[in-house]
T-cell receptor, first 114, second 114 residues
């Protein structure tokens, strides 16, 4: 158990709809990262928040948005969903080591857009 | 632009033998490299890491080698066990950036046969 909690585990919805994915980081971790894993693809970095503020942005579509709340949990909002948005969405929080940051991942939310 | 590449989608080895997973990167600013292991229906879990100031790091059966001039790293598993069967992701980060985000390769599926 990584200590990172993601809900829901599975989400089935239709094209054009909007969904919200939720993530609770490990206790004490200030950073939250969102990644997308599509079929046969590696993990694509979407966005990072640190203590409530956006820290880095990756290949995140304009239809997607995220935020981190004062209690440090984060939500990823996906709107105007398309078939191609079907993927596994992972959240991670991190701990800083002498070498660099180590990410701890949740078990993911499997999104299916029909 | 794939900054981290794992060119072998899959690898099959016999139990007890060595497994060698390879990873190439293009960004010379990367200075911290990690390997993650992922089982089905679970999030990636940290396996081993290496800083760019080293060329080898060992942890039990797992050893990571870094060749900076070739921009190449490899993960050796000796001896391989059936429980090692999983998807392995190589990841890298740029310590000079203000983010701990990791850039992942596409993954290599390792199958260890009994």
């Amino acid at each position: 158990d990584s200590g990172v909690t993601q809900t829901p585990k599975h989400l089935i919805t239709a094209t054009g709809q909007r969904v919200t994915l939720r993530c609770s980081p490990r206790s004490g971790d200030l950073s939250v990262y969102w990644y997308q894993q599509s079929l046969d693809q590696g993990l694509q970095f979407l966005i990072q928040y640190y203590n409530g503020e956006e820290r880095a942005k990756g290949n995140i579509l304009e239809r997607f948005s995220a935020q981190q709340f004062p209690d440090l949990h984060s939500e990823l909002n996906l709107s105007s969903l398309e078939l191609g948005d079907s993927a596994l969405y992972f959240c991670a929080s991190s701990v800083l080591t002498p070498s660099g940051e180590k990410l701890f991942f949740g078990s993911g939310t499997q999104l299916s857009v029909l | 632009d794939q900054q981290v590449k794992q060119n072998s989608p899959s690898l099959s080895v016999q139990e007890g033998r060595i497994s060698i997973l390879n990873c190439d990167y293009t960004n010379s600013m990367f200075d911290y490299f990690l390997w993650y292991k992922k089982y089905p229906a679970e999030g990636p879990t940290f396996l081993i890491s290496i800083s760019s100031i080293k060329d080898k790091n060992e942890d039990g059966r797992f050893t990571v080698f870094l060749n900076k001039s070739a921009k190449h790293l490899s993960l050796h598993i000796v001896p391989s066990q059936p429980g090692d069967s999983a998807v392995y992701f190589c990841a890298a980060s740029d310590g000079s950036s203000n983010t701990g985000k990791l850039i992942f390769g596409q993954g290599t599926t390792l199958q260890v046969k009994p």
